[in-house]
T-cell receptor, first 115, second 115 residues
Framework: AQSVTQLGSHVSVSEGALVLLRCNYS??????LFWYVQYPNQGLQLLLK??????LVKGINGFEAEFKKSETSFHLTKPSAHMSDAAEYFC?????????????FGIGTKLQVIP | EAEVAQSPRYKITEKSQAVAFWCDPI?????LYWYRQILGQGPELLVQ????????DSQLPKDRFSAERLKGVDSTLKIQPAELGDSAMYLC?????????????FGPGTRLTVL
């Protein structure tokens, strides 16, 4: 069984401020972890993913996330928010390994960037 | 750049009517997923295809929903009859291979409104 908890359904930051979106996961096996971004009335776009190896993962648009096994967390950060970062962000988890494993999504965090 | 195509982008229908959504995955992607995303929530898997075969439809309300992928390429999701609670975004995604770390590529979605 696997699940994802995203703390904070809405987050507001000022333009130029640090962005921190929280994600905790539960998985009975080593996980793959993902962050997706969704703009209004669009599909999901992959920001970054953790599979194996380095626990600090860099993605597109200046975002990064760190896999912390001891804390079962995979928080998303960006040093300086831009207006274009306003969107909804989804954390997701799947079992690791080969094959087509089911991906479970969190409920999402809507990021507002204040000018 | 290869993309997942979906149509229509928006659909308004009255309850008890039939609706159908179409998805064309990235060329060569054997695995295709249909998700339902209710406003304010994350995507929930409805059905997963591997080529033309259904791999997982455990969350598909089979009394009113059906999905097919006859030639293992494009796919159609149908609802008959539509109910008010079916109003949601319907997302299609595809995955390239067993070794792609479960990374899914999403289409733009179809937003369904049932009146």
């Amino acid at each position: 069984a696997q699940s994802v908890t995203q703390l904070g359904s809405h987050v507001s930051v000022s333009e130029g401020a640090l962005v921190l979106l929280r994600c905790n996961y539960s998985s009975s096996v080593p996980p793959y972890l993902f962050w997706y971004v969704q703009y209004p009335n669009q599909g999901l776009q992959l920001l970054l993913k953790y599979t194996t190896g380095a626990t600090l993962v860099k993605g597109i648009n200046g975002f990064e996330a760190e896999f912390k096994k001891s804390e079962t967390s995979f928080h998303l950060t960006k040093p300086s928010a831009h207006m274009s970062d306003a969107a909804e962000y989804f954390c997701a988890v799947s079992p690791s390994g080969g094959g087509y494993q089911k991906v479970t999504f969190g409920i999402g965090t809507k990021l507002q960037v204040i000018p | 750049e290869a993309e997942v195509a979906q149509s229509p982008r928006y659909k308004i229908t009255e309850k008890s009517q039939a609706v159908a959504f179409w998805c064309d995955p990235i060329s060569g992607h054997a695995t295709l997923y249909w998700y339902r995303q209710i406003l304010g929530q994350g995507p929930e898997l409805l059905v997963q295809f591997q080529d033309e075969s259904v791999v997982d439809d455990s969350q598909l309300p089979k009394d009113r929903f059906s999905a097919e992928r006859l030639k293992g390429v494009d796919s159609t999701l149908k609802i008959q009859p539509a109910e008010l609670g079916d109003s949601a975004m319907y997302l299609c995604a595809s995955q390239g291979s067993e070794t792609s770390y479960n990374e899914q590529f999403f289409g733009p979605g179809t937003r369904l409104t049932v009146l």
